[in-house]
């Protein structure tokens, strides 16, 4: 399957218990560069894509709102559109609960069958 993985592991005892969020997304990929899709790969291709812009653009937002803290303080602040995707729904507590951290790790792999996109 070509969809986003998210596997929620609690570790802890007594009141000292916390949530280990492993996510594995699914890649961005463009529909010209690929041969030959099904309607049903197609809608798969979208849906990803799009919420994986959903996740961008609540990062981005987040990430004003966290540097711009005068105007939070002052009752100000802006609307993070956690509900544009299921995948931002689930991690909305990853940017805005105070208690937890968030660290992001990411992995690369080029592969030569995609070396032609990224030609001068």
């Not at 197609?42 to 990062?59: F, P, T």
Request: overall charge positive; glycine content about 6%.
């Amino acid at each position: 399957s070509r969809s986003h993985a998210i596997c929620a592991i609690r570790i802890g005892a007594g009141d000292q218990i916390g949530t280990l969020r492993v996510i594995d997304l699914a890649g961005n990929e463009r529909p010209e560069s690929v041969d030959e899709h099904t309607p049903e790969r197609i809608a798969e291709m979208r849906d990803i894509n799009w919420s994986l812009g959903c996740l961008k653009e609540c990062i981005r937002l987040q990430r004003e709102a966290l540097a711009n803290r005068t105007a939070r303080a002052a009752g100000g602040g802006d609307h993070i559109p956690y509900r544009r995707s299921k995948l931002t729904m689930l991690l909305k507590d990853c940017f805005t609960a105070p208690t937890v951290r968030t660290v992001f790790l990411a992995h690369v792999s080029h592969h030569a069958r995609s070396a032609k996109e990224h030609e001068a």
